[in-house]
């Protein structure tokens, strides 16, 4: 599947409807399979710092293949991915609120959300993920 701009635009606008029902301004960003920017979108309000953690969780989400809140878990001490955050130079994130966007098993995307908490981050992107798939 070519996951380019339009789709790239119906996630963003899915993610802002979200957020609005948060009652929180964001960032979201979306990438492709690469890691390259496809849209960034900065809700009014939002704050400045998450243009760049919207645009990393969503790199790092595709660069791993997994949720960042997943990544979360294994970069703790001990684990098997300790460090990792410091990796890339230092693109890396280890907290919630980026996702891989796979379709029929093949990574396409990166979907990255932030200016919440990272509770609120995960549930906006989760649900704009859930409208997507449901509207693709």
Request: with cysteine; aromatic share 4%; proline share 2%.
């Amino acid at each position: 599947m070519k996951f380019g701009l339009d789709q790239g635009l119906k996630l963003a606008e899915a993610a802002r409807r979200e957020a609005k029902k948060v009652g929180v301004p964001m960032v979201i960003a979306v990438v492709n399979s690469e890691g390259n920017l496809i849209i960034e979108h900065r809700m009014d309000g939002a704050l400045l710092v998450s243009l760049d953690i919207a645009l990393n969780k969503a790199y790092s989400a595709v660069a791993v293949k997994v949720a960042t809140h997943v990544l979360a878990e294994v970069s703790q001490p001990g684990q098997s991915l300790y460090g990792i955050q410091n990796c890339d130079r230092g693109r890396m994130v280890i907290f919630g609120g980026g996702y891989p966007i796979e379709v029929e098993g093949e990574l396409v995307a990166g979907l990255g959300v932030s200016g919440g908490s990272v509770e609120e981050d995960m549930k906006v992107a989760e649900g704009a993920l859930e409208a997507f798939q449901k509207g693709r």
